[in-house]
Structures are given as C-alpha cells and as structure tokens.
Nanobody, 115 residues
Framework: QVQLKESGGGLVQAGGSLRLSCAVS????????VRWFRQAPGEERETVAT???????YYSDFVKGRFIASKDHSWNTVYLQMNNLKPEDTAVYYC?????????WGPGTQVTVSS
C-alpha cells in the first residue's frame, strides 16, 4: 500500500505564493505517477499536475506558467510550487498516487487566496 499526506496549505493574498508538499510512504517502488488535484466548494475535483516516474510533468492549462510540480529522487516527497495565486485557486488540494492499478489519496490541504 501507499500512504500520502499533504501539507503547506494556508491563507495567502492574491499574487502570493505557497509551496505544497505531499509526503509519500509505503511501497514507493510501485508508484508510477503522482497527481495533484484540487476541489473548490460546489465544484468537481480537477487535475492540476501529473508527475510520472520517468520525470515527465503535465499541467492543466489553468496553472501553466504559475505552478511548478517536482519530486525528489525517491518519491518520498512531491511538491507543488504555486505562484501568482488567484482567488479562483481557492480549493482543497489533494495528491494521489497510482500504484499497480490502485489509486491512493491523501486527506487534502486547504488553500485560500484572498482578493
């Protein structure tokens, strides 16, 4: 199994930055990709960024040029650097991991951007 725990959320003014971390533990060698998602109140959960084991990174259009995803070498921690934050970025941010056909989720961390 794989366990995930997000941290780094908080309250920030528009234009500010936050760095989220996703601590990954368990059977790390089975993880093929980690994704960042977010869910705003009343909205569906949406993909923010995807990092594959090979190091390929994909972003959703609404964060391109503002957010940067990265990971350490061993998958222990995955990061999401969020710059130039906007009020519409307010959401609960989650990371998940794909491991041998199973998806594992963290509990999420709240990000609130004030105007």
């Amino acid at each position: 199994q794989v366990q995930l725990k997000e941290s780094g959320g908080g309250l920030v003014q528009a234009g500010g930055s936050l760095r989220l971390s996703c601590a990954v533990s368990g059977r790390l060698f089975t993880v093929s990709a980690v994704r960042w998602f977010r869910q705003a109140p009343g909205e569906e959960r949406e993909t923010v960024a995807t990092i594959t084991r090979d190091g390929d990174i994909y972003y959703s259009d609404f964060v391109k040029g503002r957010f940067i995803a990265s990971k350490d070498h061993s998958w222990n921690t995955v990061y999401l650097q969020m710059n130039n934050l906007k009020p519409e970025d307010t959401a609960v941010y989650y990371c998940n991991a794909l491991s041998t056909g199973t998806i594992y989720w963290g509990p999420g961390t709240q990000v609130t951007v004030s105007s």
